[in-house]
């Protein structure tokens, strides 16, 4: 599976954005699909994931803020972010598991595909 993340921009704090992760090579509808994002100096951290079974999971400082949604005719999940903040500013990577994969779907380690990364920049 290849992805490919896009969406990413300069934006004021309390503003929005939209990020989408094409994939090519196989369908995601089989596969939980995660956004992940990464600081300067930081970890590569857990934002959302939207599992196979059709559910979805959160990092709690995002909760309320984004939503993770899944188009299985354009083979594309997108990040919606709304009332960004400063310290929503990373790079912002999406990321695929095996198909029918188990696990919590909060750690990098569990997922077996990665895109690119896009940057998010949100000004104060």
């Known amino acids: 599976v290849q992805l490919q993340a896009s969406g990413g921009g300069l934006v004021q704090a309390g503003g929005s954005l939209r990020l989408a992760c094409a994939a090519s090579?196989?369908?995601?509808?089989?596969?939980?699909m995660g956004w992940f994002r990464q600081a300067p100096g930081k970890e590569r951290g857990f934002v959302a994931a939207?599992?196979?079974?059709?559910?979805?999971g959160y990092a709690d400082s995002v909760k309320g803020r984004f939503t993770i949604s899944r188009d299985n005719a354009k083979n594309t999940v997108y990040l919606q972010m709304n009332s960004l903040k400063p310290e929503d500013t990373a790079v912002y990577y999406c990321?695929?598991?095996?198909?029918?994969?188990?696990?919590?779907?909060?750690?990098?380690?569990?997922?077996?595909?990665w895109g690119q990364g896009t940057q998010v920049t949100v000004s104060s």
């Open positions: 990321a695929a598991k095996y198909s029918y994969s188990g696990g919590t779907d909060y750690y990098a380690t569990e997922y077996n595909y």
């Open positions: 939207f599992r196979w079974t059709g559910t979805t």
């Open positions: 090579g196989d369908t995601i509808s089989s596969r939980t």
